[in-house]
């Protein structure tokens, strides 16, 4: 109707970063269908088709109505034909052809099952495809196969970890990771990022980022507060990655690179009061097998110098889109390459320095985006 109309009389930024993106999506009938397509085209290694698909997703997760007519679309940027194809199906017809083929295609069906498997990518999914493996099952019955550490983990508790983390959850994982780094570094700031910094109620995750504010980093840290959660048998699974920074070292170009920081990707045992105390006893006292008291919970924790602090803030916080739009934004409407360790200006050849996230989006000369606007 006419609110819609006057939304798209004020030109829509083909940038998520200039859009504002809540949990509040009006257009999930579209969003979902957008999001099959873009993974069916990452598991074929297809990163133009994907992206293509993941831009059209978070558009219209930023407009305010629900799109009801092809006239609603008119003028929007990252509206290509394949994208204008598909909304015009779902628009008559209420689902999509092509989007139910992908969901039972076969090659989609197994890649689906197998990327769901922590440490497990396009590569290994690929390998196993062409082995004639077909399920999670299969892939666990095989014996032959040489399994990574990460993925022997990814299968040993993948029932926990592919259900999803709740808040409650993240919030009870956030007091142990808070209390055992301040139990070494008093003053540190130990921040959560990812989905949860951006509202979300759930995560495939809980991203921790953790600085110390005192002049001096400590390169142990990490190490000190796994070794602990070891003893107290709490650490399930554990991969350090050492730092690879380098100073005055140009952020990288490459849009999706990793960044150098030291991190940790771990699974942690939760403990989880059990609800009705009784079954427990009782199947102690007549000697049956033990009831599971917890929950096995992907963490990722990120130490950062604190002068990169902001920068790392605003890359871990995501969502990976805003992220990619940032970077984009930053590189064709700026001349300034961004990534998580800074800001540089290519022109004035300096780094920017930035003491908080308000600051970086000024220097990209951005309105400032809030972490619950950034679900792109
Ligand atoms: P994720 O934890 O993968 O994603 P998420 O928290 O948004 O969603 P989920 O609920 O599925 O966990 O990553 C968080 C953000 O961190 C994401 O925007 C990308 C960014 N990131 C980096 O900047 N560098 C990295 O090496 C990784 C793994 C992620
Ligand atoms: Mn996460
Ligand atoms: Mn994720
Ligand atoms: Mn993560």
Request: with cysteine.
């Amino acid at each position: 109707g006419i609110q819609n109309e006057s939304f798209i009389a004020t030109k829509v930024s083909q940038y998520s970063c200039q859009r504002k993106t809540t949990l509040n999506n009006y257009n999930k009938k579209f969003t979902d269908a957008f999001e099959v397509m873009a993974e069916n085209y990452e598991f074929k290694e297809n990163e133009i088709f994907c992206l293509e698909f993941l831009r059209a997703s978070s558009l219209l997760k930023s407009l305010p109505f629900s799109v009801t007519r092809m006239k609603d679309i008119q003028g929007l940027p990252c509206v290509g034909d394949q994208v204008r194809d598909l909304i015009e199906e779902i628009i008559e017809e209420g689902e999509s052809s092509k989007v139910k083929e992908v969901l039972n295609d076969e090659r989609y069906k197994a890649f689906k099952q197998f990327t769901s498997v922590f440490g497990v990518g396009v590569k290994t999914s690929e390998k196993w495809y062409r082995m004639g493996l077909r399920t999670v099952e299969e892939v666990k019955a095989d014996k032959t196969l040489k399994l990574s550490k990460m993925q022997k983990a990814g299968f040993l508790y993948y029932e926990d970890l592919v259900s999803c983390v709740s808040k409650a959850e993240a919030d009870a994982v956030s007091l142990i990771v808070k209390n055992t780094v301040c139990s070494f570094l008093p003053d540190a700031l130990v921040t959560i990022t990812g989905g949860f910094r951006r509202g979300k109620n759930i995560g495939h995750d809980i991203d921790f980022l953790i600085t110390n504010p005192g002049p001096r980093e400590d390169d142990e840290l990490l190490h000190k507060v796994t070794d602990l959660w070891k003893k107290q048998g709490l650490l399930l699974y554990c991969d350090i990655i050492e730092s690879t920074f380098v100073k005055e070292q140009l952020p990288s170009r490459q849009v999706d690179a990793m960044d150098h920081f030291q991190k940790c990707f771990a699974i942690l045992k939760l403990y989880q009061p059990r609800v009705d105390n009784s079954t427990c006893t009782m199947s102690k006292k007549l000697g049956m097998a033990e009831v599971k008291d917890w929950k096995a919970i992907r963490v990722d924790l990120v130490i950062t110098p604190f002068e990169q602090y902001p920068y790392a803030l605003l890359g871990w916080t995501g969502s990976r889109q805003f992220g990619r739009d940032l970077r984009r934004y930053a590189a064709h409407e700026r001349k300034m390459i961004l990534d998580n360790h800074g800001l540089y200006d290519r022109r004035k050849r300096i780094f920017l320095k930035a003491g908080s996230e308000e600051e970086i989006f000024a220097h990209l000369g951005l309105d400032y985006v809030e972490p619950w606007e950034r679900n792109a």
